[in-house]
């Protein structure tokens, strides 16, 4: 007896679980394109407008890059840290220095926070790319040339990328780790909302109140100048006393512990001075 089975029955397809999907437009991406281009429009506005809004911290160190590459370097202009930007009063000197000349000079005060040697050696390589001042007056502190921390954010912000090449061939490994830093720089000169993001707080600041800061770099008071002239010099010369107490941790057996490296740094500046003919002087602060 041959047995013989013969089968039609078929499995039944499987229909994928809910409703079909509906391909309509893409609402949120293009929102999300028109929002991204509102604020890069909006940047690009107060960028072109010739200047930045000054502020403290890393913000003020794109509010010099900005004015350097807007106006070009300033006949007269100073570096240092925080003690440059607070113990000059350009608006003072530029008073006194005009009414003694008949020619017209700018000037401009690119010290800032923190800066120790390497951040001046920066600026000012990024400065003469765009110029050359008449006269720098480097202002020179104790903590300027101490410690052997880096602040390759702030440096990096100046470099272009022969700059970041040098510091590889020196130093591979730390070049390595600012590759971030420079892939951000190139697509800076692009895109302004990723260039200029620290300045988010300063043109909301602006938009709103329609009201710019006083800039150093303009030649103009400091923040601190303005909100505090007591605390900040303008109005009473510095103690001995505080002189002192600001350069005691500083010292061991009465001398500064001085870094190799941001005295180089200091002696490219006055190379960089030298080379092409600039006028330099230096005062302790």
């Known amino acids: 007896m041959n047995r013989s ?163 590889y061939q020196m130093n591979t490994t730390r070049a390595r780790e600012l590759i971030p830093v420079m892939i951000r720089n190139e697509l800076g000169r692009f895109y302004y909302t990723l260039r200029y993001r620290d300045f988010a707080s300063s043109l909301i600041y602006v938009a709103r109140y329609q009201k710019w800061p006083s800039s150093p770099p303009l030649g103009q008071y400091s923040i601190w100048h303005v909100d505090s002239p007591y605390d900040s010099r303008t109005e009473r010369q510095v103690t001995i006393q505080e002189i002192e107490q600001y350069v005691a941790n500083l010292m061991e057996d009465g001398k500064y512990l001085l870094a190799t490296e941001k005295w180089q740094a200091m002696e490219d500046v006055i190379e960089m001075c030298r080379s092409r003919g600039t006028e330099l002087v230096l005062v302790e602060v």
């Open 5 to 167: 089975s013969t089968s039609s029955s078929e499995k039944p397809k499987n229909n994928p679980e809910g409703p079909p999907l509906r391909r309509g437009f893409p609402y949120a991406f293009v929102l999300s394109l028109v929002i991204i281009a509102s604020v890069e429009l909006v940047v690009r506005h107060y960028v072109n407008r010739g200047v930045l809004p000054y502020d403290t911290g890393q913000a003020e160190y794109h509010a010099i890059r900005n004015v350097i590459e807007r106006r070009g370097p300033a006949d007269v202009v100073f570096f240092g840290s925080s003690r440059g930007r607070e113990g000059i009063v350009v608006p003072l000197i530029e008073e006194i220095v005009q009414a003694q000349l008949t020619k017209e000079f700018t000037f401009g005060n690119y010290s800032c926070a923190g800066g120790r040697a390497s951040e001046v050696r920066a600026i000012m390589r990024h400065l003469l790319r765009w110029g050359k001042p008449n006269l720098v007056v480097y202002m020179v502190s104790p903590r300027q040339l101490c410690g052997t921390a880096q602040r390759d954010r702030q440096q990096a912000l100046f470099w272009d990328r022969a700059d970041w090449w040098n510091l």
